[in-house]
């Protein structure tokens, strides 16, 4: 399995992003992968799911209404459309897959980093 995330940059508040995971290794189709993101010092936070199997996304309250999960299978990749980025957004962002259960995230890319700051 191989999970290289890329997008991340520094960007005003108020702007977007989108935020890319090219996944390999695994059928991407029907998996279950979501966004999760860190603050140096700090522990991780979930962002948002996709679960393909049964076309199902979810956001942390923290980011519904501003952020959108999706996966292209025609690239075998996950996306997550970040808009109206706030300072609190700034963090190192990773992908992750479920493979035991939805919610235990057992592989994990290396990161990206977005910064939200004037």
């Known amino acids: 399995v191989q999970l290289v995330e890329s997008g991340g940059a520094l960007v005003r508040p108020g702007g977007s992003l989108r935020l890319s995971c090219a996944a390999s290794g695994f059928t991407f189709s029907g998996s279950a992968m979501s966004w999760v993101r860190q603050v140096p010092g700090q522990g991780l936070e979930w962002v948002a799911s996709n679960i393909d199997s049964i076309k199902s996304t979810t956001y942390a309250d923290s980011v519904k209404g501003r952020f959108a999960i999706s996966a292209d299978h025609a690239k075998n990749t996950l996306y997550l459309q970040m808009n109206s980025l706030k300072s609190e957004d700034s963090a190192t962002y990773y992908c992750?897959?479920?493979?035991?259960?939805?919610?235990?995230?057992?592989?994990w890319g290396q990161g990206t980093q977005v910064t939200v700051s004037s």
């Open positions: 992750a897959l479920s493979q035991s259960s939805p919610w235990v995230f057992d592989q």
